[in-house]
């Protein structure tokens, strides 16, 4: 049973727009997410995270936005680049459950047009 | 700064073999996993560890075994290699304090058990 979910396998855009991708959780349990961004041939990378306590966090290009109340959250790329073309990876965990301890989506691959 | 060092980075086993995938990291973190990643799919915790002398299970650690002698090495075993352990395989460190941190992973090895 698959507690972190991205329903998209793949996502287009073009140069200069936004990206949003998208991440669905099951467990209420979980209070802290993340996103990785992986290219071809090497490991995850840490991209952004977002505790509970908060709804939204904001790293340069990159924004997480939580809904907590739908178990919703996604990552906003602006303005888009091709070098932020890979397979983006949602992650969550929770402190009290399962210290440090994370559950993985499936992954988007983005693909940003020149 | 060389994070977490993965070996081999590529491997071709035989069904019934046996391997040890190799796992370092010169960060000092006390927490290290090891992950799987199939085609299309996210990653898989196999097996994770919070300190020196203490491991435990993941989602999926059937066929495998691990160990923690040192702060350093996390080495992942595979006793009798079977084709559903064809895999990317990567291993991750991270360093929590009273909060949830992001985890660090290494390149992965990429196994193929025929």
């Known amino acids: 049973d698959q507690q972190v979910k991205q329903n998209s396998p793949s996502l287009s855009v073009q140069e200069g727009r936004i990206s949003i991708l998208n991440c669905d959780y099951t467990n209420s349990m979980f209070d802290y997410f993340l996103w990785y961004k992986k290219y071809p041939a090497e490991g995850p990378t840490f991209l952004i995270s977002i505790s509970s306590i908060k709804d939204k966090n904001e790293d340069g290009r990159f924004t997480v936005f939580l809904n907590k109340s739908a178990k919703h959250l996604s990552l906003h790329i602006v303005p888009s680049q091709p070098g932020d073309s890979a397979v983006y990876f949602c992650?969550?965990?929770?402190?009290?459950?399962?210290?440090?301890?994370?559950?993985f989506g499936s992954g988007t691959k983005l693909n940003v047009k020149p | 700064n060389a994070g977490v060092t993965q070996t081999p980075k590529f491997r071709i086993l035989k069904i019934g073999q046996s391997m040890t995938l190799q796992c370092t990291q010169d960060m000092n973190h006390n927490y290290m996993y090891w992950y799987r990643q199939d085609p299309g799919m996210g990653l898989k915790l196999i097996y994770y560890?919070?300190?020196?002398?203490?491991?435990d299970k993941g989602e999926v650690p059937n066929g495998y075994n691990v160990s923690r002698s040192t702060t350093e090495d996390f080495p992942l075993r595979l006793e009798l290699a079977a084709p559903s352990q064809t895999s990317v395989y990567f291993c991750?460190?991270?360093?929590?304090?009273?909060?949830?941190?992001?985890?660090?992973f290494g390149q992965g090895t990429r196994l193929t058990v025929v």
């Open positions: 560890s919070v300190g020196a002398g203490i491991t």
């Open positions: 992650a969550a965990s929770s402190t009290i459950y399962n210290f440090n301890k994370f559950y």
């Open positions: 991750a460190s991270s360093f929590p304090g009273l909060q949830n941190t992001e985890a660090f």
